[in-house]
C-alpha cells in the first residue's frame, strides 16, 4: 500500500520565523518520486519540487530546502524566512510503481505579519 | 492552451441532478486525471486517462460517476444522480506522459478546479 502521512495539520508562524512541514510516506516500491505542491487561497495546486528515491541529495532553492531521508520515510520542507505570501496549504504526494498521484492530507501554513 | 483549465469554476445543482464538468488540458499532454478534493483534505484520485482510453478508473467512488475523453484532448466527468456527499473541488491535471511513456517523473499541472456544491 502506498500512503502519505501529514500529521502537522495547521502551523502558524511570524513572519521571518523558519518552519518546517513533516511528510512520511510508506510504499514498497524501490522506484518512487516525491513531490510537494502548494495551495494558496486561489486555490490552484502549484508544483514547487520533485525527487526521486535513487537521489537523496538535500536541495534547496531560495529560501526553500527539502530533506530526503530514505532511512526514516521522509521528505520534510523547510522554509527559511517565511513571508505573508508563503500562508498556503501544503500537499506532499508520491508516485509509485502507478500512474496515481497520491496526495497527503495537507499541512495549512499561516505566516502572520 | 497555456495551462490547465476547467469550466464551469462553480456549480451549484439539487440532489438528484446530472452535472458535467469539462478539462481542457495543456495541449500535447496525453496524460489526463480526475481528483475530488474535499474541505479540509488533499486531492483524492478519481481516474486516469492515457490518450482516449481510461487506464486506471479505481478512485471513481461509484457507478454514478464517468468520464470520457474521446479525442485524446478535452476531457468530460459526468456524474448523475448527484448527492450532497458528491460536493467538493473536482480538480484535472495533465502531464506529457503518463508512467506508460516511461517517465514517472512526469510532474502534474492542475487546473484550477470546478467547485460543485448539491444542495
Known amino acids: 500500500a502506498q500512503k502519505v502521512t501529514q500529521a502537522q495539520t495547521e502551523i502558524s508562524v511570524v513572519e521571518k520565523e523558519d518552519v518546517t512541514l513533516d511528510c512520511v510516506y510508506e510504499?514498497?516500491?524501490?522506484?518512487?518520486?516525491l513531490f510537494w505542491y502548494k495551495q494558496p487561497p486561489s486555490g490552484e495546486l502549484v508544483f514547487l519540487i520533485r525527487r526521486n528515491s535513487f537521489d537523496e541529495q538535500n536541495e534547496i532553492s531560495g529560501r526553500y530546502s527539502w530533506n530526503f531521508q530514505k532511512s526514516t520515510s521522509s521528505f520534510n520542507f523547510t522554509i527559511t524566512a517565511s513571508q505573508v505570501v508563503d500562508s498556503a496549504v501544503y500537499f506532499c504526494?508520491?508516485?509509485?510503481?502507478?500512474?496515481?498521484?497520491?496526495f497527503g492530507t495537507g499541512t495549512r501554513l499561516q505566516v502572520f505579519p | 492552451g497555456a495551462g490547465v483549465s476547467q469550466t464551469p469554476s462553480n456549480k451549484v445543482t439539487e440532489k438528484g441532478k446530472y452535472v458535467e464538468l469539462r478539462c481542457d488540458p495543456i495541449?500535447?499532454?496525453?496524460?489526463l486525471y480526475w481528483y475530488r478534493q474535499s474541505l479540509g483534505q488533499g486531492p483524492e484520485f478519481l481516474i486516469y486517462f492515457q490518450g482516449t482510453g481510461a487506464a486506471d478508473d479505481s478512485g471513481l467512488p461509484n457507478d454514478r460517476f464517468f468520464a470520457v475523453r474521446p479525442e485524446g484532448s478535452v476531457s468530460t466527468l459526468k456524474i448523475q444522480r448527484t448527492e450532497r456527499g458528491d460536493s467538493a473541488v473536482y480538480l484535472c491535471?495533465?502531464?506529457?506522459?503518463?508512467?506508460?511513456?516511461?517517465?514517472?517523473?512526469?510532474?502534474?499541472?492542475f487546473g484550477a478546479g470546478s467547485r460543485l456544491t448539491v444542495l
Open positions: 495541449s500535447g499532454h496525453t496524460a
Open positions: 510504499t514498497r516500491d524501490t522506484t518512487y518520486y
Open positions: 491535471a495533465s502531464s506529457p506522459t503518463g508512467l506508460a511513456g516511461g517517465s514517472g517523473a512526469n510532474v502534474l499541472t
Open positions: 504526494a508520491l508516485r509509485a510503481n502507478t500512474d496515481k498521484l497520491i
